[in-house]
């Protein structure tokens, strides 16, 4: 044995334990990774940007005293029965079948009360859903599980699935373990398979088909119901361009954070941009177009707090959605199930294998027995606490900022903290005029 | 006999009139003429009418029909009777691509070809096409029968569910996990009544059909056929 010290282990920045092990799961199983949720890698996003808030050159509203209102109108371009939200943060697209009835009667109860929209997915409508959602946004899917004229007229709006975030260009899936009898009839197909949606819908393809395809969607309807357009973040400028084109009321733009019931881990890694990225191109889209507020902006993708919904409404959406954090507040992750998470070798907070249908929350299962542990209204209330503190967090922010309207906060409200987030979102490094890749500044 | 100008009344009155017959029962019998390709022709209809359009049609006509006849004295666009949930429709000439897709129940006929993608996520529907179908037909068709008194395209039922598809021609190819399957005796049933129904009994007889169906490999993922997705 030498005196002299050891060189101590390194690891690879390359090759490190957490892409050895996929390496040897790989290696062991023949099959790639499939989970649930949104990127887990570190992405610049909303926590890169700050505000300034109020300064001699702009004077703050008095938080207790004067109002700064939160309402939105969505679907005023052609619709005759636009939608009213009290608040912009809505419930996203998630489905019966990736969820349960229970949850699902959750977001809409918690939606409800809350006074904003909840959203169906590629599983079809639920009574228990309709049934407890005040405003409730039919998804017209590329599967068409489900679809049917009755609930497009019982919907409060439609939307047009073109992509998501956490896949854009890819379908779903459905593992057999969650097709129980209910989920197999509501979809048309035989119990206990792996069911896959497709990643284009059947019957057109391109912008131009999609015009005529909404205004079947808006005969069929009478021309009542707002038309979403969903798409991943994928080529935001364009995409907006095209659903403004194609004839929609509402475009909704899904980050690569943005989550999903399951999918290959790769596709959710390194397919997409990140919202940061997406929001003030799909914004300069609508207003090149001169449809900015005309045609409203529905963003998502790792929105967690008010910062978030203040800072999205900044950059100039119009409204924000929510998925990942609604099933956390609703109970998904939570710590209190640690034991039953490390029976399933995870732990509490990093729980992401919803296709299994094991979710110890009873939340992403079709399990009866989780079933169990889920109580709708409870969760439905938490969901209404969280979407109440977003909404005051977002309130609190505009008003240091001056604002009387979250829907008057502004770019100019903004500054990045990484010369990343500065280029992404426009909005100068923190103490400087500079946004990398615009002319002029320093 | 209710007739419709669409060319002079525009496609937003007639969809709003055939709307508003859900629930009544005295105009049953409609007529809708210079129909010249619109978008969208009857669609969302909800009653049990009866509706001839004189002419050929644009996208989606029929789309999502139910409990009504529709009779296309002319060719249709892509998509006709698309989601349909029950009902018939009855096309004299050919119908462009999509024909039929994901349609959960009714009865479509296309008394002349049937363009790709026939049938398409097919999920209840009834077809049958007296001429031949184009390529990727029945694609992803969950449930129904599709019925082709002549022959089809490449990669026919790919990926297919528990559709059934009865084609009497050739097949110039079979898609992932689509193979022949037996004729049983419940099968030819069901062809002898989707033969008449749909307006072919006198041009073929249910021995002559070849059926396919799935080989339900694909339902569950399995790596050893990774070469197949």
Same mark, same amino acid.
């Given at each position: 044995m030498s005196d002299f010290p050891h060189t101590p282990p390194r690891y690879s920045a390359t090759f490190t334990p957490a892409i050895n092990a996929e390496i040897r799961r790989a290696a062991a199983s023949g099959i790639y990774d499939i989970r649930g949720g949104g990127t887990k890698r570190h992405l610049p996003h909303f926590d890169d940007l700050l505000f @300034?808030? *109020?300064?001699? %050159?702009? !004077?703050?509203?008095?938080?207790y005293r004067e109002k700064c209102a939160t309402d939105v109108w969505l679907g005023t371009r052609f619709a005759k029965k636009p939608i009213h939200l009290d608040i912009p943060v809505t419930i996203a697209g998630m489905s019966f079948g990736a969820l349960s009835g229970p949850a699902k009667e959750a977001l809409g109860r918690g939606a %409800? *009360?809350? +006074?904003?929209?909840?959203?169906?997915?590629? $599983?079809? #409508?639920?009574?228990?859903?309709? +049934?407890? %959602?005040q405003t409730l946004v039919y998804q017209y899917l590329p599967s068409r599980y489900g679809m049917n004229?009755?609930?497009?007229?019982? *919907?409060?709006? =439609?939307? /047009? /699935? /073109?992509?998501? +975030?956490?896949?854009? +260009? $890819?379908?779903? #899936?459905? @593992?057999?373990?969650?097709?129980?009898?209910?989920? *197999? #009839?509501m979809r048309n197909l035989p119990k206990g398979i792996d069911q896959r949606s497709a990643c284009r819908h059947p019957?057109?393809?391109?912008?131009?088909?999609?015009? =005529?395809?909404?205004?079947?969607?808006?005969?069929?309807?009478?021309?009542?119901?707002? =038309? !979403? /357009?969903?798409?991943?973040g994928a080529r935001p400028y364009y995409d907006t361009a095209l659903a403004v084109k194609a004839g929609a009321d509402v475009v909704v733009l899904d980050g690569m954070q943005g989550g999903t019931a399951a999918t290959q881990d790769v596709f959710i890694e390194h397919v997409g941009m990140p919202i940061l990225a997406c929001i003030p191109l799909a914004v300069k889209a609508l207003q090149d177009l001169g449809m900015h507020r005309k045609v409203q902006l529905i963003v998502s993708g790792g929105i967690r707090t008010g910062a978030d919904v203040a800072k999205a409404m900044a950059l100039g959406a119009d409204a924000v959605a929510i998925g990942t954090a609604a099933l956390v507040a609703l109970g998904d992750n939570d710590p209190k199930w640690e034991g039953e998470y490390q029976k399933l070798q995870t732990t509490a907070d990093a729980y992401d294998d919803w296709h299994e249908g094991k979710d110890p929350a009873g939340i992403t299962t079709q399990d009866p027995e989780l079933f169990k542990r889920f109580d709708p209204i409870l969760g439905g209330r938490r969901l209404k606490n969280y979407l109440k503190v977003m909404t005051l967090e977002a309130q609190t922010i505009a008003r240091a900022c001056g604002k009387n309207h979250l829907h008057n906060l502004e770019p100019e409200d903004l500054c990045s903290l990484t010369i990343e987030a500065a280029a992404m979102a426009g909005v100068p490094l923190a103490g400087t005029s500079w946004i990398p890749g615009r002319n002029g500044g320093y | 006999m209710q007739t419709f100008d669409l060319g002079k009344e525009g496609l937003r009155a007639l969809n709003s009139s055939l709307h508003a017959l859900k629930g009544q029962t005295n105009m049953t019998a409609w007529e809708v003429v210079n129909p010249k390709g619109a978008h969208a022709i009857a669609a969302g209809v909800d009653a049990d009418v009866d509706i001839t359009v004189r002419g050929?049609?644009?996208?989606?006509?029929?789309?999502?029909?139910k409990l009504a006849t529709i009779r296309i004295k002319g060719s249709a666009g892509p998509g006709v009777a698309e989601n349909m949930m029950s009902g018939t429709v009855i096309i004299d000439g050919n119908a462009s691509q999509y024909a039929g897709a994901t349609g959960?129940?009714?009865l479509l006929v296309v008394k002349g070809n049937a363009s790709s993608r026939c049938g398409v996520s097919m999920k209840g529907i009834d077809i049958v096409v007296h001429g031949s179908i184009g390529h990727m037909s029945a694609f992803m068709a969950q449930s129904g029968n599709l019925v082709v008194l002549g022959d089809a395209g490449d990669a026919l039922g790919d990926s297919l569910y528990e559709a059934r598809l009865f084609v009497r021609g050739s097949v110039k190819s079979l898609g992932a996990d689509c193979i022949e399957k037996e004729m049983r005796p419940e099968h030819y049933a069901i062809l002898e009544d989707l033969l008449k129904r749909g307006e072919a009994d006198h041009l073929a007889k249910p021995r002559e059909f070849k059926r396919y169906g799935s080989a339900r490999k694909l339902y569950n993922f399995n790596i050893d056929n990774a070469s197949a997705y």
């Amino acid at each position: 044995m030498s005196d002299f010290p050891h060189t101590p282990p390194r690891y690879s920045a390359t090759f490190t334990p957490a892409i050895n092990a996929e390496i040897r799961r790989a290696a062991a199983s023949g099959i790639y990774d499939i989970r649930g949720g949104g990127t887990k890698r570190h992405l610049p996003h909303f926590d890169d940007l700050l505000f @300034l808030g *109020a300064s001699i %050159s702009r !004077y703050p509203l008095e938080g207790y005293r004067e109002k700064c209102a939160t309402d939105v109108w969505l679907g005023t371009r052609f619709a005759k029965k636009p939608i009213h939200l009290d608040i912009p943060v809505t419930i996203a697209g998630m489905s019966f079948g990736a969820l349960s009835g229970p949850a699902k009667e959750a977001l809409g109860r918690g939606a %409800s *009360a809350a +006074g904003t929209s909840t959203t169906t997915g590629d $599983g079809g #409508m639920t009574e228990e859903e309709r +049934g407890h %959602s005040q405003t409730l946004v039919y998804q017209y899917l590329p599967s068409r599980y489900g679809m049917n004229p009755d609930d497009l007229r019982r *919907a409060d709006a =439609i939307e /047009v /699935v /073109v992509g998501q +975030g956490a896949k854009p +260009g $890819g379908g779903g #899936m459905l @593992l057999g373990q969650k097709i129980s009898d209910r989920v *197999a #009839m509501m979809r048309n197909l035989p119990k206990g398979i792996d069911q896959r949606s497709a990643c284009r819908h059947p019957d057109w393809t391109g912008p131009d088909d999609l015009e =005529i395809k909404i205004m079947e969607i808006r005969e069929i309807t009478d021309w009542e119901k707002p =038309i !979403y /357009v969903k798409v991943g973040g994928a080529r935001p400028y364009y995409d907006t361009a095209l659903a403004v084109k194609a004839g929609a009321d509402v475009v909704v733009l899904d980050g690569m954070q943005g989550g999903t019931a399951a999918t290959q881990d790769v596709f959710i890694e390194h397919v997409g941009m990140p919202i940061l990225a997406c929001i003030p191109l799909a914004v300069k889209a609508l207003q090149d177009l001169g449809m900015h507020r005309k045609v409203q902006l529905i963003v998502s993708g790792g929105i967690r707090t008010g910062a978030d919904v203040a800072k999205a409404m900044a950059l100039g959406a119009d409204a924000v959605a929510i998925g990942t954090a609604a099933l956390v507040a609703l109970g998904d992750n939570d710590p209190k199930w640690e034991g039953e998470y490390q029976k399933l070798q995870t732990t509490a907070d990093a729980y992401d294998d919803w296709h299994e249908g094991k979710d110890p929350a009873g939340i992403t299962t079709q399990d009866p027995e989780l079933f169990k542990r889920f109580d709708p209204i409870l969760g439905g209330r938490r969901l209404k606490n969280y979407l109440k503190v977003m909404t005051l967090e977002a309130q609190t922010i505009a008003r240091a900022c001056g604002k009387n309207h979250l829907h008057n906060l502004e770019p100019e409200d903004l500054c990045s903290l990484t010369i990343e987030a500065a280029a992404m979102a426009g909005v100068p490094l923190a103490g400087t005029s500079w946004i990398p890749g615009r002319n002029g500044g320093y | 006999m209710q007739t419709f100008d669409l060319g002079k009344e525009g496609l937003r009155a007639l969809n709003s009139s055939l709307h508003a017959l859900k629930g009544q029962t005295n105009m049953t019998a409609w007529e809708v003429v210079n129909p010249k390709g619109a978008h969208a022709i009857a669609a969302g209809v909800d009653a049990d009418v009866d509706i001839t359009v004189r002419g050929s049609t644009g996208y989606y006509c029929a789309g999502m029909n139910k409990l009504a006849t529709i009779r296309i004295k002319g060719s249709a666009g892509p998509g006709v009777a698309e989601n349909m949930m029950s009902g018939t429709v009855i096309i004299d000439g050919n119908a462009s691509q999509y024909a039929g897709a994901t349609g959960r129940g009714g009865l479509l006929v296309v008394k002349g070809n049937a363009s790709s993608r026939c049938g398409v996520s097919m999920k209840g529907i009834d077809i049958v096409v007296h001429g031949s179908i184009g390529h990727m037909s029945a694609f992803m068709a969950q449930s129904g029968n599709l019925v082709v008194l002549g022959d089809a395209g490449d990669a026919l039922g790919d990926s297919l569910y528990e559709a059934r598809l009865f084609v009497r021609g050739s097949v110039k190819s079979l898609g992932a996990d689509c193979i022949e399957k037996e004729m049983r005796p419940e099968h030819y049933a069901i062809l002898e009544d989707l033969l008449k129904r749909g307006e072919a009994d006198h041009l073929a007889k249910p021995r002559e059909f070849k059926r396919y169906g799935s080989a339900r490999k694909l339902y569950n993922f399995n790596i050893d056929n990774a070469s197949a997705y």
